[in-house]
């Protein structure tokens, strides 16, 4: 199995693992985690969890906290500590199956994966270098994805999915009315008021030389081009000028905290139904990775039904709030 060369289907597993072991949020709701150390070593020895014959402690979550979020996990709520939790829980669960059924990682598969890792944003923001318990933490992660890659190499969206799917929710593929619009930003009222004055008569053609000569916006050197915009998409006193010009119209100087604009009309395009052929290739990679995410989350019930496990919260640095677990 070429681990690091992986089928598209990868991208949906890792994308589910990465939410399942790091990703829970720092949002700070209204009870905080600030008070509660991960660290206290009179806690350190307490254990969490036994599943089977394998025992972890409080040490080993601090560690896996530290890996998913950093140092500043008392930004946490508790509700998303206690997420992390039972994100750690599972992982647990899925590498006991792992050991279980005697999946082992090759030389080549560590050695590769760790130098795919040394090359990624996670490594350089840390700054750090791995110490043995990291290294040991990853390959744990590695045998789990080869683990969970075998429960969902299988899984495939046909036709007939795509088509119902889009029948059943064809309001999700409602494009709503876009425009292409460019503009001349210029810093004061006085030049603005002047290259207006220049540029209300010109052809599209004139229209751009000016833009790459006096705008001062980082779209000067495309000829003033901003891109295509959906309601929605632009600041309030600019997109109610915008959608009420006419293609090819220009609009009069309009003020922003960004200076003096003068915008253009390019193009408008009309709301549209996105057809099935179109919209299939996306949908295709949508239902992929919802059903990936639900046969997984269905397998780690399963584990937790067959396997002997139990968890011990009360045991844990801070008051853990229960989520089904």
């Not at 985690?33 to 089977?52: H, T, V």
């Not at 088509?163 to 929710?169: G, M, R, T, V």
């Not at 006096?214 to 000829?223: D, H, M, R, W, Y």
């Not at 396997?307 to 089904?324: I, K, M, V």
Request: hydrophobic residues 35%; proline residues 3%; charged residues 35%.
């Amino acid at each position: 199995m070429q681990l690091l060369k992986p089928k598209p289907k990868w991208i949906f597993l890792l994308g589910f693992l990465i939410s399942l072991f790091v990703h829970c949020g720092k949002e700070k709701a209204q009870e905080s985690s600030a008070g509660f150390d991960l660290r206290d070593p009179e806690k350190e020895n307490n254990i969490l969890l036994k599943i089977e014959d394998s025992e972890y402690f409080n040490l080993d979550f601090k560690k896996y906290v530290q890996g998913a979020v950093g140092d500043d996990y008392n930004t946490l709520s508790l509700p998303s500590l206690s997420r992390l939790f039972d994100n750690f829980v599972e992982e647990k669960i899925l590498l006991q199956a792992a050991r279980a059924q005697n999946i082992t990682l090759s030389w080549e598969e560590k050695k590769e994966y760790l130098a795919k890792l040394t090359n990624e944003f996670w490594f350089i923001n840390k700054k750090k270098s791995l110490d043995e318990d990291d290294v040991e933490i990853l390959f744990d992660r590695l045998l789990i994805e080869k683990y969970t890659y075998e429960v969902v190499k299988d899984i495939e969206v046909n036709d007939e999915e795509i088509k119902e799917y889009y029948d059943l929710h064809k309001r999700e593929f409602l494009r709503p009315e876009r425009v292409k619009v460019s503009q001349i930003l210029l810093g004061t009222e006085d030049k603005a008021i002047e290259v207006y004055e220049r540029v209300k008569f010109a052809s599209e053609e004139g229209f751009r030389k000016i833009a790459q000569d006096e705008s001062i916006g980082i779209e000067a050197i495309k000829g003033g081009e901003m891109g295509v915009f959906e309601l929605g998409q632009l600041p309030y006193e600019m997109e109610k000028v915008v959608f009420s010009l006419q293609v090819g119209e220009l609009s009069p100087v309009v003020e922003s905290t960004y200076g003096y604009h003068i915008f253009r009309l390019d193009e408008r395009h009309e709301a549209e139904l996105i057809s099935e052929e179109k919209a299939s290739s996306s949908l295709r990679v949508k239902l992929l990775d919802q059903k990936i995410k639900q046969s997984i989350a269905r397998h780690i019930e399963d584990l937790k039904d067959n396997l002997e496990w139990t968890f011990y919260p009360e045991n844990l640095s801070f008051p853990y709030q229960r989520n089904n677990l």
